[in-house]
């Protein structure tokens, strides 16, 4: 982050790398109408103890969103709360942060990181759903099993961030093909949709496609699906004009904002998503 070309290139997506570069954008965007929800970049801990500091992180997190008067939910990683080391811990740690945020009129989400995790984080998301509604879940429209996944989370009510899959995923795991996962998206955030008035559920469509949606506003208009039920989700600075079209028409729109010292493997994955942010980084090198 010292070099002034990677400065450039990764603060288009992120607007630092402090907790308060992260609240100042969200109160930034609070005028717009946009909400948002906070994640400390971080993956796959080298030592257990450090768990321990990213709950405490987060939990200043939901004390000073609160203070701040921010509508500001967290997401976390599994890895990030010690999944590797001890995953008892892990759910430990989750239903603290969770804990935390009945007090701060908050929620709390569990992003979904690759494929050998799918279970694991699953099953921590089911025992902490049944002590409480404040806790949702990232589900990846690329993974085969994810029809079957969300059939059975439909039931409890359940809180589910829609995704299409961020990691480079075997074939015998996840689509490869590009359509097939923009299929299985619209028809998985339609089978949301049409489940949300059951109580508790909550449903964030999170995706920066056009296409996409356009086919699914298609659907909330055709099924008249009330905008209490749903929120579509993006990452900062990522679609800003989509973003603003949205919530002009009246659309909830939330936000995700990263941030953090361990930016590198996240910032490489939004390259990944679309080579043109690598032509953007070599001309931020040369600009
Ligand atoms: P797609 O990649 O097809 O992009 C559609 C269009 O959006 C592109 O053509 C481009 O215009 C624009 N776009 C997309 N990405 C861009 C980028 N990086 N830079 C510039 N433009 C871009 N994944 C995961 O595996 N686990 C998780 O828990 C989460 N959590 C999560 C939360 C939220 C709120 C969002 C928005 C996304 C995630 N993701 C995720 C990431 C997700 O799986 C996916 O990798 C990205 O959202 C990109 O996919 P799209 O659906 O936007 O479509």
Not at 58 to 78: C, F, H, M, N, W
Not at 195 to 209: C, E, F, W, Y
Not at 273 to 282: D, K, L, Q, S, T
């Amino acid at each position: 982050m010292r070099r002034p070309f990677v400065r450039r290139s990764v603060s288009r997506f992120m607007p630092g790398e402090h907790l308060g570069d992260a609240l100042s954008a969200a109160q930034a965007l609070k005028p717009e109408g946009i909400a948002t929800i906070l994640t400390h970049l971080g993956e796959n801990l080298g030592r257990v103890e450090e768990a321990e500091e990213v709950a405490r992180h987060y939990l200043e997190v939901l004390d000073r969103t609160a203070a701040a008067g921010l509508d500001a939910q967290i997401s976390v990683k599994p890895t990030q709360l010690g999944l590797d080391h001890d995953p008892a811990l892990c759910q430990r740690h989750v239903d603290r942060l969770i804990g935390q945020a009945e007090l701060r009129n908050n929620f709390v989400w569990i992003d979904m990181e690759s494929s050998p995790y799918v279970d694991r984080t699953l099953s921590i998301y089911r025992a902490s759903r049944a002590r409480s509604p404040r806790v949702g879940v990232a589900l990846q429209a690329y993974l085969y099993r994810t029809e079957a996944d969300l059939e059975g989370l439909i039931p409890l009510g359940a809180a589910i961030r829609l995704v299409k899959g961020a990691y480079l995923e075997p074939a015998n795991v996840a689509y490869p093909r590009r359509a097939d996962v923009d299929e299985q998206f619209y028809r998985l955030a339609c089978r949301l949709l049409a489940a949300a008035h059951l109580p508790g559920s909550v449903t964030h469509i999170a995706t920066h496609d056009s296409a996409l949606i356009g086919r699914i506003l298609g659907f909330i208009e055709e099924h008249r699906i009330p905008r209490s039920r749903y929120e579509f989700a993006m990452l900062y600075g990522i679609q800003r004009a989509q973003q603003r079209r949205l919530v002009s028409q009246g659309h909830p729109l939330r936000v995700l904002i990263s941030y953090g010292e361990y930016w590198f493997p996240w910032y490489m994955r939004r390259l990944a998503e679309r080579p043109a942010n690598v032509w953007f980084v070599v001309k931020n090198m040369f600009g």
